[in-house]
């Protein structure tokens, strides 16, 4: 476990006793059990378990999407459930970035604009919003498909995209909830490459939920949950 | 927002074509049945109209009353010249009615009549659109003679050239007596006008009743029906209330107004169920394409997109549809209309045979009133903007993580 403390500036995110239950009939299924996690700034971590084991739940709640039963979630010191929707989802535009498993992307958008989408909610201005999306379409490497639709390409790409679309905000953190699901080997490894690219270089933190062996072996922190429960909280030099 | 809305209905076009249809469909509807429920009712009080005097009746109180011939009014010409100068009259109709005994040589007995002076000029096109000449010929200027109906020459075995011995008061004590040429034989649709009513010319008239410049009635023919309260206003200040006595059009058909109102309540009661049926046909389009998009939804607001700009980008995609929908109903309308308000859709029977024969009423006539395609394109707008309440409302309480996951929807959060 983390020992590090609540002052440590580097910690981005930090969960107390955070739990959250749901009712199925009459019987109560606990997702996650109060888990005390801190995810400090430029980690690449996975949260792996089996299905069912509470990975996206947590990752919701540490989003913001979803309402701990009980429990608090800071992100950068601030209680985020103690935010109003509206403030919540300004708060989510502004320091967190997401990657979901399926339709990330708005498919009406071409691909500059659905990475430039997120700064126009921002209310950046064009210039800069140009300037970034070229920036990302480089890091991704998909400049030559800035025009593009959604529609037209391969799933690996549009996780990719979407990874940009994330970045897009400069957020603290990405969350990515089994970012690999969907695709085949080469379109993972190449998805993969570029998130530990961007957390190298640009030192961007990821936190993502996956039961693929493959990306687990490129996390350098695994976080095993069992039963909503963390079982292993394990660090790797890669 | 705009943009995006106006991209998101190009990336479904089944979706927005559906939506589209539906509101089409209920603008449609409503427009055509709106339309031939206002042709039916302005046809019906055309043809009431048409057989009665105007739009707008003066005559003295006292002749209102007593229907004598010394209490109807004398008015000069200037006066008559002032309301045809009025804004909106057609035509000022002033008459003459009174009752006269009249006698013919083929005939042993006297019979009273009412006699009706016209001026010929004025009240030609009037009279003889429900009125059908069937001898003789219409009225010239100064003509002496009289019009018969038809069933008072079989009463009384007349032909077109006889002369009529009539007898009656006229006007301040002089007397009413003369004999008088018939100079035609008319069907009058009202079978007891046609048995007792005969016409001549107004200044004929006058100078049988030794009545100049008198009147029993003075009749004015509106461009506008709905301006007629406005002609009336305006009549008022140039004939007093307490002498005289204006009545208009709807005071004149008052029991027939009743079964209008009657007709234009079972009216609005159809038009009614037509708005709930497309209207839930409408509403149940929006839920459906709300429903489906729940994952886009949730995505969208997890990005940081607020469910206030989510709302307005799907309110911009109800209207945008809402508006070519209505738009469309309108351009199709259009035409269906004009071409029904100009050639009405035949009925047939022998009753309708009769009315036909006096122009009256015989069809479903469409109305091209364009306060009619205004006011169902604003129903039909509300209405969507009133549906709009449930994409709005859906978004407000979308719960992200569940339009995000594939967990169970009957599960609960704790």
Redesign the interface.
């Known amino acids: 476990m983390d020992k590090l403390k609540d002052n440590d500036k580097s910690i981005i995110v930090r969960t107390e006793e955070l739990s959250?239950?749901?009712?199925?009939?009459q019987s109560?299924?606990k997702a996650t059990d109060r888990i005390n996690l801190t995810i400090a700034s430029g980690e690449f971590t996975a949260v792996v378990g089996p299905s069912g084991s509470g990975k996206?739940?947590l990752l919701?709640l540490i989003?913001g999407?979803?309402?701990p039963?009980s429990g608090k979630v800071f992100v950068k010191g601030t209680d985020i459930n103690q935010l109003k929707?509206?403030e919540l989802?300004?708060f989510?535009?502004?320091n967190i970035?997401?990657v979901?498993q399926?339709?990330?992307l708005?498919?009406?958008?071409t691909v500059e604009e659905n990475i430039g989408?997120?700064m126009e909610?921002?209310g950046a201005d064009k210039e800069q919003r140009i300037a970034r999306t070229a920036e990302l379409l480089e890091l991704i490497g998909m400049k030559d498909r800035a025009g593009s639709r959604p529609s037209t390409l391969s799933g690996g790409q549009k996780q990719r995209v979407a990874v940009a679309?994330?970045l897009a905000?400069k957020p603290l953190f990405i969350l990515a909830?089994e970012p690999t699901a969907n695709l085949d080997t080469e379109a993972a490894e190449t998805l993969l490459n570029t998130m530990l690219l961007l957390n190298e270089k640009e030192k961007i933190t990821f936190l993502f939920s996956t039961h693929d062996p493959r990306v687990m072996n490129k996390a350098r922190r695994l976080i095993t949950l069992e039963d909503g429960r963390i079982t292993k909280d394990e660090r790797y030099v890669r | 927002m705009m943009k995006?809305a106006w991209?998101?209905l190009?990336?479904n076009p089944s979706r927005a074509l559906l939506t589209i249809l539906s509101v089409f469909i209920a603008a449609f509807f409503s427009i055509i049945f709106g339309s031939v429920k206002n042709g039916i009712l302005n046809s019906s009080t055309e043809s009431i109209l048409k057989l009665s005097g105007g739009d707008i009746e003066i005559r003295s109180k006292s002749y209102s009353t007593s229907r004598f011939i010394d209490d109807i009014m004398q008015i000069d010409s200037a006066m008559l010249d002032s309301i045809s100068r009025l804004q909106y009259v057609k035509r000022v109709l002033p008459v003459l009615q009174s009752y006269l005994l009249i006698s013919h040589s083929s005939s042993t007995s006297t019979k009273a009549v009412s006699i009706i002076g016209i001026d010929p000029e004025s009240e030609k096109d009037r009279i003889l659109t429900v009125t059908e000449m069937v001898e003789g010929h219409w009225f010239s200027k100064y003509d002496k003679g009289v019009i018969v109906g038809e069933n008072m020459r079989e009463e009384l075995g007349l032909k077109v050239g006889d002369t009529l011995a009539v007898m009656g008061m006229g006007y301040h004590g002089a007397g009413a007596v003369g004999l008088i040429p018939i100079q035609g034989v008319a069907r009058i649709p009202v079978a007891a006008v046609d048995k007792n009513t005969m016409f001549m010319t107004l200044s004929a008239a006058q100078e049988l009743f030794q009545a100049e410049d008198c009147y029993s009635e003075i009749y004015i023919i509106s461009e506008r029906l709905d301006k007629v309260d406005l002609i009336k206003s305006q009549i008022k200040k140039i004939f007093p209330s307490d002498e005289y006595e204006i009545r208009d059009w709807k005071s004149l058909i008052e029991d027939f107004l009743f079964y209008f109102r009657l007709a234009d309540a079972f009216g609005f009661i159809i038009m009614l169920f037509l708005y709930i049926l497309v209207g839930s046909n409408i509403l149940g389009t929006i839920i459906l394409t709300s429903k489906e998009r729940k994952?886009?939804f949730s995505?969208?607001?997890?990005?940081?997109?607020?469910?206030?700009?989510l709302s307005k980008s799907l309110f911009y995609e109800l209207m945008i549809v809402a508006l070519l929908g209505v738009i469309l109903a309108v351009i199709v309308t259009l035409p269906i209309v004009y071409f029904f308000t100009i050639h009405p859709i035949p009925l047939f029977g022998e009753d309708i045979a009769t009315l036909k024969q006096f122009s009256i009423y015989s069809g479903i006539y469409m109305s091209l009133d364009f306060t009619l395609f205004i006011k169902q394109f604003l129903i039909v707008i509300g209405m969507c903007l009133a549906f709009a309440a449930y994409p709005i409302s859906f978004i407000q309480h979308l719960k992200?993580?569940e339009g995000?996951?594939k967990?169970?929807a009957?599960?609960?959060?704790?």
């Open positions: 959250k239950s749901f009712l199925n009939g109560i299924i996206t739940t919701n989003g999407l979803t309402k039963s929707d509206k989802v300004n989510r535009l502004h970035g997401f979901f399926l339709l990330n708005i498919p009406v958008l989408f997120v909610l921002q679309r994330a905000s909830d | 995006l991209l998101n190009q990336r994952l886009e995505v969208l607001i997890s990005v940081g997109m607020s469910r206030n700009k992200v993580d995000l996951s967990r169970d009957n599960e609960d959060n704790l």
